[in-house]
């Protein structure tokens, strides 16, 4: 692998040698969103009291391993994979790493990174790369971490770590550590757009002037999609205000998602500055999407991830 696609590939060895590849295991990564996001207090080292309720789409990133005697390392592609090339310590390295150190083995492994999430989007899209790369090195390694070993690993690579290891629709609490069952959700498809701009998210942390927000009670289940969209009006995001004043266009992406025709439900995801429309299927996303393009956005329309894609 050469160019800027390639990252860290310190030896060749015995590929070059003319030794055939072993088989190569993969992962997905898919992009997480906030369906809400509330700030409902603040710990004494600094950190915010979170309170979110966390699906996932069909959208994401794709982790390749390959078995490696000697090293590890990272190859980066796909239409995002230049936007972490400079990164001096990727999160997937860091999470092998990590793992590694747990079970007390050499971290060695050829890893490849397909990026197609854009980065410092608000949809956990390093986070995702991370709980992908513990699973599938958990896998080629032959790990059987016990699960909350697995929970407090993750939770020191970052705080949406923990419940990217499910990929399961969930209540995050706390710094994001507290993760409990999500009410049953209906059936809907997604439309995911990021306006070409990357938000900071300790930037948008900080231009945050309003109090805390209470901590809300939950249904057991929503009956369809306009009750959950009831609800998520009123439960909002309490980063989409400071959000939009440092990146003014996330309101013309809103403005947008909002009039395609069929969006139940339209707002920001995380601290953004990618947002997100709630359709009555996934076919329908699927037909609104090419609609909501313009130079420099990203689109993706679809369906919701599907938890047992994933390896356990």
């Known amino acids: 692998m050469t160019g800027s696609g390639a990252v860290g590939l310190q030896r060749l060895g015995m590929f070059e040698a003319g030794f055939s590849l072993p088989a190569a295991l993969q992962e997905p990564a ?21 309170d979110s309720l966390a ?65 410092a989007s608000g949809i956990g899209g390093g986070s995702a790369d991370a709980a992908a790369a513990l699973r599938l090195l958990s896998r080629m390694w032959g790990l059987s971490l016990d699960p909350d070993r697995l929970a407090a690993l993750a939770l020191r690579l970052g705080a949406d770590v923990p419940v990217c290891l499910a990929c399961a629709p969930a209540r995050m609490e706390g710094v994001g550590e507290i993760l409990s069952r999500a009410p049953r959700l209906p059936p809907f498809g997604l439309v995911l757009v990021n306006p070409g701009v990357a938000v900071a998210t300790a930037d948008v942390f900080r231009a945050r002037s309003a109090g805390f927000s209470s901590r809300p009670v939950l249904p057991e289940a929503w009956p369809d999609l306009d009750a959950l969209a009831h609800d998520l009006r009123a439960l909002g995001n309490d980063l989409q205000s400071p959000a939009e004043q440092l990146c003014p266009p996330i309101v013309e992406v809103l403005s947008a998602l909002a009039a395609a025709p069929a969006c139940r439900f339209a707002a920001m995801s995380g601290s953004g500055a990618t947002c997100f429309g709630l359709f009555p299927s996934a076919a329908a996303a699927e037909r609104a999407a090419p609609a909501l393009r313009r130079p420099g956005w990203w689109v993706w329309g679809g369906s919701p991830f599907a938890p047992e894609a994933v390896s356990r």
């Open 55 to 119: 699906v996932f789409a069909a959208a994401g990133d794709i982790l390749t391993a390959r078995a490696d005697p000697e090293a590890l390392t990272l190859g980066l592609a796909g239409p995002f994979g230049a936007g972490l090339a400079t990164e001096p310590d990727n999160l997937v390295l860091r999470a092998a790493r990590a793992l590694a150190s747990e079970a007390g083995i050499a971290p060695c492994a050829s890893l490849h990174l397909d990026k197609h999430l854009p980065v």
């Open 30 to 50: 898919p992009a997480k969103l906030n369906l809400y996001l509330r700030v409902v207090g603040r710990r004494p080292d600094g950190y915010h009291r979170l």
